[in-house]
Structures are given as structure tokens and as C-alpha cells.
């Protein structure tokens, strides 16, 4: 298809009917229960009513409840609740799959859903605006795009729009708002040139359909769950191949491995690389879930200790800790000045214990020296704590917080037997970030802690005695980690918005 043929689609996409919009409102992200002054009350979620005796009756404005209908989690709004003018509660992007049943094209259209109540009103207003176009054959991808015009009436100029237009550039949708968007309507895609990209609920982005066209057989990868593999490692993949261990350029073993979770391609093409005597696959899993990416401090540790990246690889694995728990180690013995000739220094036989006694010295010299350099952190963190605010978050029984001073991060470190308090300065001065996560039942109460770095990843998150089991701590439940994934993914949104915030100051 020529773009001149494209442009011929501008005005001539499949219409939006009225069980898509439906579609279109249940993204939105927070759902209402309107209850009116008789006990009626309307549901957002399901569009349905409910009378006295089907809610409950107790729950306040704004607090959160059930809908007894569709059992989705809905916030109460009561009708003598004076709005302000027009207040937008929530809003949502996403993109409808469409076909024409006439060819194998995939029309896909991109909206803005905005709920907002406006003053004396109690029933909210859903307004659904198109932003974005595309469209796809079975080798091609054409983008449009709003065209606008400036139209004079009584001496003003109005911003008006015209109609649709292609687009030069094919990208990403974008959002007023730059949140990221979903998908609706999948079944349009059955009969259509993508109907097998192997795009799902749980995955899939305009960028990905456009890779898969160029890439059929990726989609043998994504059932396999690896599109993340995919995405970063694009030049490594074999794409003359079908089948996916060879298309990595691995054995059916470490496929397997990989599909099981044991291991990332990502993390067993770099950790085969960084460990080439290494030659087992199980001892290489062993190491990468030991190391991971932390090659600069395996490297840091091999200068300090004076040895080579084997001998440290074979201690940690044998005491079963993280590399970063044994440079914490070493960092606070060399803040002693402690004699690494002394392999017993390097090597305790017990590191877990003597980090904890190594813990110790250095909070009781913390304590002697925190009462001078306390006014100056003190400054540096109130300056840092406006811009850090964006990082607090929420999630059903969880909450993380930043913490209020540097006494309350010692203070963590001492009530979960770890070390966040040697991270208190480097927190206060920017290098590093400290988060706490608590359960909203228990607020005040340390629970985990988190090391988030500048570049918004989670470096690690730690209970009680670093939830070494051996130790005396506890081993990290499941919740906590979905928890982490969670805050991970906000991170990553917020690493995004200013990635595309700097972008634009340099097109500028």
C-alpha cells in the first residue's frame, strides 16, 4: 500500500459503536457508587442501579466499598456533595481493535477517557476523545493524526478540528496526560493481518506490532513469554530460525531454564560472558542469582580484596548471600581500615555474623558523630523531600513512604537488624534514595526497606535481618514481592514521563 493509498483510510475508519464505548468507560481506573438522597445509588463500573439494602449503607463519601452487582471495588459519592466548578476524577487511554470484514486490515483507534463531575450535578460525565490513529496491513503500518484550523468569529480565532491526516512519522501513541494505555475489543483482531501476532490482554503495544511485522517468528518467542528478550537483544536473535532455542542461540536446556524463570536470556548471555569458566548451567544460575548485574562491585571487591572475581563468586555462593550483602561487608570494614591481607578479614567463616558484628561497630561511631553533621544533613534531605514525593506510592494493604530524617532510617536499621542506617548520609545527600514500605494496619511499624536508585530502580528491599533464614530473619512472602514488581512498573512510568520531559527540552 502506497501512502497515497493510506491517506485515502484518514476519514474512512470503522465507526466506534455504542458496546465499545461501554468497553471503552470500564478502563477507567477508578469506579464510582453515585448515591442519591432517596438511597439509589449507580453503579459506574456496571452501569447498573442499586436500591437500599443492596450496598452498604454505612460507607462514607469517598470511602471505598463493593458493588453487590459486578463485585468491583467502587468509591462512594453522595448527592449533597458541592462540587466546584468541574472536577476530573480520573482518566484512562486506550486503543480499539477494529476490521471492516472486508479486508485483512487491523484499524486500530486511540481515546482519551476522562470522568469529571461538574458543580450541583451528582451523576458524572464520561467524555471519550479520539487522539490517535493507526493502521496496519500484513507488512506496512500507517500512523494519523489530528489536522486543525483556525477559524475567526467576532474578532476571535478558534482552534477547530478539520479531520484526520497521515502522519510522517510512525510512533508511539501519545497522551495529554502521559500515562500509558490499553487495548479493547480483541476479538476484531480474528481475520486481520495481526491476528497472529500472538498480542494479548496482558501484553502488547503499537511498537510491538509494528516489530512483529518485520518479525513473524517473534511470535514464537512471546508465547514463550520472552518478549523481554526480544526487545533488548533484537541484533542476537537468529531470525532465519523457528524454533526459539535456536533463535536465541542457546541449547534446549537453558531454553527451558529460561521459560521456567530460573534464569533471563538478558542475564545468561551476560553472566556466561562475564564467567567463561564457568561452564555448568546450574552453577551459572547459582551465580547469576547471587551477582546479577552487579559486575561494577564484583569488580570494586576484587581491587579492594586483591583477588580474582572466581574466589568471590565460590564465598558468597557458599554462604548463600547476595554479592551486595558481602560489599556491605567490606565496605564497613575498610571504613575501620581493616587489613584485607587477612583472609580472615576478606573470608569470615561466618559472614552473616560478622557483618552483624561489623554492623554494630559502626552504628555505635554513627551514634558518636550523628550529633555533628545532623544540621547539615538535616538541610540537604528537607531540600531533597519535595522532589522525592513522587516517589511515595499505594497499593491495597501497602503504602511506601520516604523517611522524615536520618534518625529515622537509623532507627529502621536497629528495630530490622540490618544496615539502611550506613545508608542515612548518602540518603540525605542525594546519591541514593531510601523508601519505607508499611502495612496500612500497622503504619508506624518498620516492615521492609528499600534502596531505590537515581535512575529509579529498586537495588534491593530487605525485612527483618535481611531475611536471612539462618540468621534468625524470615523468608520474603510472595505479597512483598508482587508489591515490589508494582512500585517497579511506577518507577518505570516515572523514569518515562522524564525521559520524554528532557527529550523535549532538547528539541526545543
Same mark, same amino acid.
Given at each position: 500500500?502506497t501512502?497515497k493509498?493510506a491517506?485515502?483510510?484518514?476519514? /474512512?475508519f ?6 465499545l ?7 477507567l ?7 442519591d =438522597?432517596?438511597?439509589?445509588a ?9 436500591y ?9 463519601h469517598?470511602?471505598t466499598?463493593v458493588c453487590s452487582h459486578?463485585g468491583e471495588?467502587?468509591?462512594a459519592i ?5 462540587f466546584h #466548578? ?14 471492516d470484514g472486508?479486508?485483512d ?6 481515546y ?6 461538574n ?7 464520561i467524555a471519550?476523545? @479520539?487522539? &490517535?490513529?493507526? *493502521?496496519?496491513?500484513?507488512n ?5 493524526? *489530528?489536522?486543525?484550523?483556525?477559524e475567526?468569529? =467576532?474578532g476571535?480565532?478558534?482552534?477547530v478540528?478539520? #479531520?484526520? %491526516?497521515?502522519?510522517a512519522?510512525f510512533s508511539?501513541p501519545?497522551f495529554?496526560n502521559?500515562?500509558?494505555?490499553s487495548?479493547? /475489543?480483541?476479538?476484531?483482531l480474528k481475520?486481520t493481518a495481526?491476528?497472529h501476532s500472538?498480542?494479548? @490482554?496482558?501484553f502488547g503495544?503499537?511498537?510491538y506490532?509494528?516489530?512483529? &511485522?518485520a518479525?513473524?517468528n517473534?511470535e514464537?518467542l512471546i508465547?514463550? %513469554?520472552l518478549?523481554s528478550?526480544v526487545k533488548?537483544n533484537e541484533?542476537?536473535?537468529?531470525w532465519?530460525e523457528?524454533e526459539?532455542?535456536k533463535?536465541?542461540g542457546v541449547?534446549?536446556?537453558v ?6 524463570g530460573q534464569i533471563?536470556?538478558?542475564?545468561y *548471555?551476560?553472566?556466561k560472558e562475564?564467567f567463561?569458566?564457568?561452564t555448568?548451567?546450574d552453577?551459572?544460575i547459582?551465580t547469576?542469582?547471587h551477582?546479577?548485574?552487579?559486575? %561494577?562491585?564484583?569488580?570494586?571487591l576484587?581491587?579492594?580484596l586483591?583477588?580474582d572475581?572466581?574466589e568471590?563468586?565460590k ?8 554479592i551486595n ?5 567490606v !565496605?564497613?570494614m575498610q571504613s575501620?581500615?581493616a587489613?584485607f591481607?587477612? !583472609? ?5 567463616k561466618?559472614?552473616?555474623a560478622a557483618h552483624d558484628?561489623?554492623e554494630?561497630?559502626? &552504628?555505635? !561511631?554513627?551514634?558518636e558523630e550523628?550529633a555533628?553533621? /545532623?544540621?547539615?544533613?538535616?538541610e ?6 519535595i522532589?522525592?514525593?513522587?516517589l511515595?506510592?499505594?497499593i #491495597?494493604?501497602y503504602f511506601?513512604?520516604q523517611p522524615?530524617?536520618t ?11 540490618h544496615?539502611v542506617?550506613g545508608y542515612?548520609?548518602r540518603?540525605?545527600? %542525594?546519591k541514593l +534514595?531510601i523508601m519505607?514500605?508499611r502495612?496500612k494496619s500497622?503504619p508506624? @511499624?518498620?516492615?521492609? +526497606? ?7 530502580k529498586i537495588?534491593q528491599?530487605? #525485612?527483618?535481618?535481611n531475611n536471612w533464614v539462618t540468621n534468625g530473619?524470615?523468608?520474603k ?8 514488581k508494582?512500585y &517497579? ?5 516515572i523514569a ?7 527529550s523535549?527540552?532538547k528539541t526545543?
Amino acid at each position: 500500500m502506497t501512502r497515497k493509498e493510506a491517506e485515502s483510510y484518514t476519514d /474512512n475508519f470503522p465507526p466506534l459503536k455504542a458496546e465499545l464505548e461501554r468497553e471503552l468507560r470500564k478502563t477507567l481506573p477508578i469506579k464510582y457508587l453515585i448515591i442519591d =438522597n432517596d438511597g439509589t445509588a449507580y453503579c459506574t463500573a456496571c452501569e447498573e442501579k442499586l436500591y437500599p439494602g443492596e450496598y452498604d449503607s454505612s460507607i462514607k463519601h469517598r470511602q471505598t466499598t463493593v458493588c453487590s452487582h459486578c463485585g468491583e471495588t467502587v468509591t462512594a459519592i453522595y448527592n449533597y456533595h458541592n462540587f466546584h #466548578g468541574s472536577v476530573v476524577e480520573c482518566k484512562s487511554n486506550a486503543g480499539v481493535f477494529l476490521s471492516d470484514g472486508k479486508t485483512d486490515n487491523l484499524y486500530i483507534r486511540f481515546y482519551t477517557v476522562t470522568l469529571l463531575f461538574n458543580a450541583r450535578e451528582i451523576m458524572p460525565h464520561i467524555a471519550i476523545n @479520539e487522539v &490517535q490513529r493507526y *493502521l496496519f496491513t500484513a507488512n506496512q503500518a500507517f500512523r494519523y493524526g *489530528l489536522k486543525y484550523a483556525w477559524e475567526s468569529k =467576532n474578532g476571535y480565532y478558534t482552534k477547530v478540528v478539520t #479531520g484526520w %491526516g497521515l502522519r510522517a512519522k510512525f510512533s508511539e501513541p501519545v497522551f495529554l496526560n502521559y500515562s500509558d494505555y490499553s487495548f479493547v /475489543n480483541f476479538p476484531a483482531l480474528k481475520g486481520t493481518a495481526c491476528a497472529h501476532s500472538a498480542i494479548s @490482554e496482558n501484553f502488547g503495544s503499537i511498537s510491538y506490532l509494528k516489530f512483529w &511485522q518485520a518479525h513473524k517468528n517473534v511470535e514464537a518467542l512471546i508465547k514463550c %513469554g520472552l518478549y523481554s528478550s526480544v526487545k533488548y537483544n533484537e541484533d542476537m536473535i537468529d531470525w532465519a530460525e523457528t524454533e526459539p532455542h535456536k533463535m536465541l542461540g542457546v541449547t534446549k536446556d537453558v531454553m527451558r531454564a529460561i521459560r521456567k524463570g530460573q534464569i533471563g536470556y538478558r542475564d545468561y *548471555l551476560r553472566i556466561k560472558e562475564e564467567f567463561p569458566k564457568i561452564t555448568t548451567l546450574d552453577r551459572l544460575i547459582e551465580t547469576n542469582k547471587h551477582i546479577g548485574y552487579s559486575f %561494577g562491585i564484583l569488580d570494586s571487591l576484587k581491587r579492594k580484596l586483591k583477588t580474582d572475581k572466581y574466589e568471590i563468586a565460590k564465598y558468597i555462593l557458599k554462604q548463600n548471600v547476595n554479592i551486595n550483602d558481602y560489599s556491605d561487608y567490606v !565496605r564497613i570494614m575498610q571504613s575501620f581500615e581493616a587489613d584485607f591481607s587477612d !583472609r580472615q578479614i576478606c573470608f569470615p567463616k561466618n559472614l552473616k555474623a560478622a557483618h552483624d558484628r561489623a554492623e554494630a561497630m559502626r &552504628q555505635a !561511631r554513627e551514634l558518636e558523630e550523628k550529633a555533628k553533621k /545532623n544540621a547539615k544533613l538535616a538541610e540537604q534531605l528537607n531540600t531533597l523531600k519535595i522532589k522525592r514525593k513522587i516517589l511515595e506510592f499505594s497499593i #491495597g494493604d501497602y503504602f511506601i513512604r520516604q523517611p522524615v530524617s536520618t534518625d529515622e532510617i537509623v532507627a529502621e536499621g536497629q528495630k530490622l537488624s540490618h544496615c539502611v542506617g550506613g545508608y542515612a548520609e548518602r540518603h540525605a545527600t %542525594g546519591k541514593l +534514595t531510601i523508601m519505607f514500605l508499611r502495612r496500612k494496619s500497622a503504619p508506624d @511499624e518498620p516492615y521492609y +526497606t528499600m534502596e531505590v536508585s537515581n535512575d529509579y530502580k529498586i537495588v534491593q528491599c530487605r #525485612g527483618y535481618k535481611n531475611n536471612w533464614v539462618t540468621n534468625g530473619g524470615q523468608e520474603k512472602p510472595q505479597e512483598i514481592i508482587n508489591v515490589e514488581k508494582m512500585y &517497579q512498573q511506577y518507577l518505570d512510568s516515572i523514569a518515562a514521563k522524564k525521559s520524554k520531559t528532557k527529550s523535549r527540552r532538547k528539541t526545543a
